[in-house]
């Protein structure tokens, strides 16, 4: 099934799980993981009603399910979609800092993915995950499907976000608020590609 919604104010979220995901490690896989990506992405842009060209995206994609996330091209946005019982509470643990597990109560059994997804959103959102993922990252709040997300850097970054549940997976997003300007560089560092979307 593909399918978009608005998740928030000038944001949406595509979305495409085939009824009987697959988890294999091939080149197969691979292909219908991008293609899975793919239709999300379309799905997402035909609700957003943006053109190509004025369109933020972030993409993620797991076992031949994707996820879109898309908005106006002034917005950092970022996606993650994960398996619920492929991220367990250690893996979650390693992720968390002082104070983030107040953010978290309540979650039962969506803790661990919730976790694992906003910070991945998060961090692709920055587009340079690779500096940020998981030490500059805070989960300030989080709860009705609802959270805010703190990227700590050189101009600090305030991210909304949430997340969706569809069968046995989870759909996890994070945006700026609708009139934020876009960071111009999180990161400053003339080597580095501070506003590029990572997928």
Known sequence: ??????VAEGVWLGSHQPSLPRLRRDAVQRLRDRSAARRAYDVALRASGLPRALAT???SH???VGAAVIGS???LVGVDVVRITRVRRRHA?????L?????????GSLGPAV?????????KATGVPELCFPELLRIVACADGRARVLVLSATPLRLTGGWLRRGKFLYAWVATPPGSDRANQLFPDPGLPGHVQAS
């Open 115 to 123: 976790v694992w997804g906003l910070k991945e959103a998060a961090a």
């Open 73 to 75: 091209r002034r917005r």
């Open 62 to 64: 797991t076992e031949g």
């Open 93 to 97: 643990e390693a992720l968390l800092h």
């Open 57 to 59: 995206v972030s993409l």
């Open 99 to 107: 104070g983030e597990s107040r953010a978290l109560r309540g979650l």
């Open 1 to 6: 099934m593909t399918l978009a919604v608005a």
